[in-house]
């Protein structure tokens, strides 16, 4: 399929070929195939699993040790009552359409985009004007839809509709989309049968912990609400001092109901997410932030989103902070590492930006969110989000559970205050108000100042006040003045108790695997078989390939030989002893990402050393093991280039390349 | 509480203060504790979290790398009809019984065990016996039986017939547990009650996929399964050659019916587990076994325990093979990987052994199995499994899904057979047979030599034969000489085809973290409130701490200028500028396990170095920075020695530690 999306070395990128490629050199294939395969669950193979391992190592360096975090293990399981509290349980849902006669499920916004979508096009196309390729939808391709595609011409009004509706549909409510499908006529686009009005459907997996039937459970939606729990933990560790970081790198679970596009909507994922923990007095300043200041970042603001731009503006993180683009010093700090932690495992920065969330985008929880997103050929793809949860989550998991999830801060300079006290005498309460004393107390402690002030008035006046309790039968209470009392007082404040508030960046890793590798993808000029994965040394699954120039037994002691000395530098490595040609060898490994090749020939044979191939130039160097070893280690580590290496070791001209194209 | 363990120092092993220490140092913790926490789930805190990355990362490069394995990562949401072929659904399950009053649900063996040793050990203390202190319950302290604990003695009949029933109890069915229960009167230990007869109850996690409800799952049980489905992929990406071995980290889970002990017995846990994939036929051979021949193993094997025996024979693996006593080569590979793993992690080695298992301890897919276990304070603890699953997995999921999972082997020398043909006639059969001629085909192609040699002459005879379909209604059919002929004929064979065995070392991760802090703990001599964790620098969760001497503006600048060479270096670090002792700080972070300390004094501002201190030996050396940071890097790379460094830097007397007493 051609695509508008290119590749590095700007040829058309084309996904089945890419795609065949993951295949046969088994990055990835859906789980359980045997058994019919699983929608939305993919197993890893030894390329895309060793790829994970080296991401995530530069993850936690990059973030954990050097901005020293507290990594994090939360369990997946979790109970309901955890979920309930933080809103997943109430919100985190989609509506779903059922086809009546083939039990299809589509999810009720995705149906109602894809119908105008095609219409809209099919529109376009009956007017003459060019549809471009990546509008192709390959869903209803590979379905045969039986809707017939026949051009359509649409009324200017009918267009301009549906053109307001794509616009605003992130807004609808259920029933408002049950209202779309009707008013439109909007039907499965598989079976072409009308669909059952929309219900909302919770999209985390469910399951009983135990055996008493009493504990139901959910697997995490998000790795967050554990490490807010931790919340105290975390603090006594931190010395009682903020800001303070949480990382965590584990699965989530989300039950989609139409999981599409490989491992951009996957049930089963990994994530990487960090909570850090502010004051939202102290501005969000950051430490460190006046050492990034200078750096440029690719902005797409919400403004130009409105007005239907899509062009960033590459802009200095100092700058967006000062004029408020991004709202604080902490959340540009983010975004900047983000940046950088992109650029070291080898993303391209061309297909790279950061987009402020529409307001109507962001989660129930959230604040403010910039997303990084990550251009492959399937668009524009968020794969960190950058959100400020606020309070939130805090303090809903405080009321919830009485448990005190706040921080406590002595003041510099204690001061006086005089405020309005509720007193209630228990003595003579408890035979009142017997169980619901607790409750009564709690309502009072929630007066404000002025309620208090006003309540004092009227009981000086009637000697009885009627207290409202949401919780109590009838709604409230009357007390009188025998049992409670409402006085001035005097009191030192020498503490500041604060809930803090919390920056989020979350990074999709499934997400940044799979744009990661169609950014290093690229074909050789004048030889597209020949495909190259590109991935650094430092990433790249497999560092050094060894090929012994053909099968002859007299290369065994000296392979055996590098391969201990590759073993002892820890240096992971594939021999390729197989009979075609050594070209043959390189163009099929190039397809894993090895990015070294040691050569063993004749000459290795006489003491004359061995020659040393780059992937990406297919130049070589002919040098000792030992100053060969020495240049992959610090190649593979990030501290050498292949252009220092070539510059410093003997060029090797050979022409093995030749042989290197595919039958 | 005092036990028969002991520190790695000999002192006796203080398990409330150990758990004090990891609790106060945010090692882990019960998950979800606002909510009430639930049982068998643990968080870990950052120092656990980086001592498991640590361990994780050595294991990868100790198996995945060093061994050439495939790294593969499968889903934990694993279809109904899975881990129905897999056996689990029927057999991974425990008996339980049901407390009808309280609701409580226990594991009927645990409940038997429990009562049955406590009336022995009543029965000894009556008898005036020693009672040891491992044998204290802490479960039913805690719960507060209402069990009274009157010591009553047994008849000598008794005694033995309880101690006979221990020893059969795993044989038992759950009727005969039901039987026993009656029998012997065995009531909750918690509440006294009688229960209700043990029901089975499957211990994995059910849940859904998707929203049609047509897709029951389960969280996966083990992480096997994925990659015996994934075999076609592995076997492709070897280029068709075994022995080969795939090797997976991840999650798996275990609704257990009454989680213990801690980390030892957790429904959500990380597990390793290699799958080693060989031909039977070739004898289990390993290709490096000589190298590892002359190693010692310690050997618990199956006839010593049958005959009450504890102790582990020292032996080579290369006469424990030569012998017998482990079954082949492969295995005897793996046992002696497996404990210069748990070396190089820094476990004990006087803590480890190898246990065979019993015959009735196998799962039901194990065809023999050795266990690592370690020892801790709460016993022999199984760690590792090294099971021979033999090809029972590969087997069942080729017959349930008609997926080809077997290796095709070209053969050096092809032979002719002469063999007894069964040909079916489908233009002819297929009218008649119509939708069952493929139970036929199966069915004919299942049949013996000797059957088809015997049809062959019925049909001579009558001219029709009838043969069994057990798919079929009625179980058999009825066929004619037009349909099917039988015939002997010769036939080339050229390839063999056979199904692997597979050997399966499975690594519990959280039971060995949980075992290596307790084997790295002790308490200084003279001072046993100071407790340290002596972990490896390989494996330390923090390498270095930072100490100003104290708190000084003066310091700053060389902090920092320190704090960015360790960053440089990738060196985890923590700087503790509190205002106690220097004393105070280093036994504070020696519980934290931090290997090594930099101190920053005022010799240091006149450009005379720091010192370097050793966690273990609290001795210190005083250097320049380059020789420091070299030293410290080298140290936690496993390059170099405490011993190594002191001898070749100048050693610093001071007299910090004496400050070092807790208040």
Same mark, same amino acid.
């Given at each position: ?18 795609? /065949? ?44 040790? *050097?901005?020293?975090?507290?990594? !994090? %293990?939360? /369990? ?5 009552r955890?979920?309930?509290t /933080?809103?997943?349980?109430? %919100? ?22 894809? =119908?105008?979508?095609?219409? !809209? ?36 009004? @009918?267009? %301009? ?35 059952? $009005? ?67 909507? =996957? ?8 909570? *850090? ?20 970042? $690719? ?35 983010? !975004? ?6 992109? +650029? ?12 402020? *969330? ?38 809903v998991?405080e009321k919830a559970t009485g448990t005190f ?14 405020e309005w006290q509720a007193n209630l005498d228990k003595k003579k309460s408890g035979p009142k108000l017997r169980k619901d004393q607790s409750k009564v107390e709690a309502a009072l402690s929630e007066l404000s100042q002025e309620m208090k002030e006003k309540l004092s008035i009227t009981m000086a006046d009637k000697g009885k006040v009627e207290l409202p309790v949401s919780e109590m039968e009838g709604g409230k209470v009357e007390l009188d003045k025998d049992i409670v009392t409402f006085v001035k007082e005097?009191r ?19 997400? #940044? ?34 090929? $012994? ?48 090749? #040691? ?20 130049? +070589? ?10 240049? @992959? ?22 022409? @093995? ?7």
């Amino acid at each position: 399929m051609a695509s508008e999306y290119k590749t590095r070395t700007g040829d058309d990128f084309d996904r089945d070929q890419f795609e /065949s490629l993951l295949r046969r050199k088994v990055f990835m294939w859906p789980s359980f195939e045997p058994y019919g395969a699983t929608k939305g669950l993919f197993d890893y193979g030894p390329p895309l699993e060793n790829l994970e391992a080296e991401v995530m190592n530069i993850w936690r360096d990059h973030f954990i040790r *050097h901005e020293r975090m507290m990594a !994090l %293990k939360c /369990s997946m399981l979790t109970p309901y009552r955890v979920l309930e509290t /933080s809103g997943h349980v109430a %919100k985190f849902a989609d509506y779903m359409c059922k086809d009546p006669l083939t039990g299809d499920i589509l999810r009720a916004d995705h149906l109602i985009k894809d =119908v105008i979508e095609s219409r !809209l096009k099919s529109d376009r196309e009956a007017r003459g004007e060019k549809v471009s390729a990546v509008e192709e939808d390959p869903k209803l391709k590979k379905k045969k839809s039986k809707v017939t595609k026949t051009a359509v011409k649409l009324d200017d009004a @009918v267009r %301009k509709e549906y053109e307001h509706l794509l616009a605003t549909l992130d807004d609808c409510t259920g029933d408002d989309m049950g209202a779309l499908i009707k008013k439109h006529d909007i039907r499965s686009p598989i079976s072409g049968n009308e669909v059952e $009005p929309p219900v909302s459907v919770n999209l985390m997996f469910q399951t009983q912990i135990g055996a008493t039937g009493k504990e139901p459970a959910f697997l995490r939606p998000e790795t967050a609400q554990g490490q807010f729990l931790s919340f105290q933990k975390l603090l006594e560790y931190s010395d009682g001092q903020l800001p303070m970081a949480s990382a965590s790198i584990g699965y989530s679970f989300r039950n989609e109901l139409s999981p599409r596009n490989g491992l951009l909507r =996957v049930r089963e994922f990994l994530m990487a997410e960090v909570e *850090h923990f502010v004051d939202p007095e102290s501005g969000k300043k950051h430490p460190k932030f006046a050492s990034v200041r200078h750096v440029k970042l $690719p902005l797409l603001d919400r403004k130009t989103q409105t007005e239907g731009g899509s062009t960033p503006t590459i802009t200095t993180i100092g700058e967006a902070v000062d004029s408020k683009l991004v709202d604080n010093e902490t959340l540009g700090y983010f !975004l900047v590492r983000i940046m950088t932690f992109m +650029q070291r495992i080898g993303m391209d920065m061309n297909k790279l930006r950061f987009r402020q *969330h529409m307001a109507n985008e962001m989660a129930h929880y959230a604040a403010d969110c910039w997303d990084c997103e990550l251009l492959n050929s399937h668009g524009w793809i968020e794969c960190v989000g950058c959100a400020d949860r606020s309070a939130y989550d805090l303090m809903v998991h405080e009321k919830a559970t009485g448990t005190f999830m706040k921080v406590r801060e002595d003041l510099k300079e204690p001061y006086e205050v005089e405020e309005w006290q509720a007193n209630l005498d228990k003595k003579k309460s408890g035979p009142k108000l017997r169980k619901d004393q607790s409750k009564v107390e709690a309502a009072l402690s929630e007066l404000s100042q002025e309620m208090k002030e006003k309540l004092s008035i009227t009981m000086a006046d009637k000697g009885k006040v009627e207290l409202p309790v949401s919780e109590m039968e009838g709604g409230k209470v009357e007390l009188d003045k025998d049992i409670v009392t409402f006085v001035k007082e005097k009191r030192k404040v020498t503490q500041r108790e604060y809930t803090p508030n919390v920056i989020e960046p979350s990074f999709g890793v499934g997400r #940044i695997l799979y744009s990661l590798m169609e950014h290093v993808y690229w074909t050789r000029k004048g030889d597209e078989a020949r495909s190259v994965m590109s991935f650094k040394p430092t990433v790249a699954p497999i560092k050094v390939l060894v090929v $012994p120039l053909q099968k002859d037994t007299r290369f065994a002691t000296l392979l055996s030989e590098l391969e201990g000395r590759l073993d002892d530098a820890q240096l992971s490595f594939k021999v390729d002893q197989s009979g075609v040609s050594i070209g043959r060898r390189y163009a099929r490994n190039d397809e894993l990402g090895i990015p070294f090749g #040691i050569t063993v020939d004749y000459e290795s044979l006489e003491g004359k050393g061995f020659t040393l191939r780059d992937r990406d130039s297919t130049k +070589q160097v002919r040098a000792s093991l030992d100053e060969i070893l020495e240049a @992959v280690e610090k190649m593979c580590k990030g501290k050498e280039t292949w252009e220092g290496v070539s510059g410093r070791l003997p060029v090797f001209e050979g022409k @093995v390349e030749e042989e290197g194209k595919e039958e």
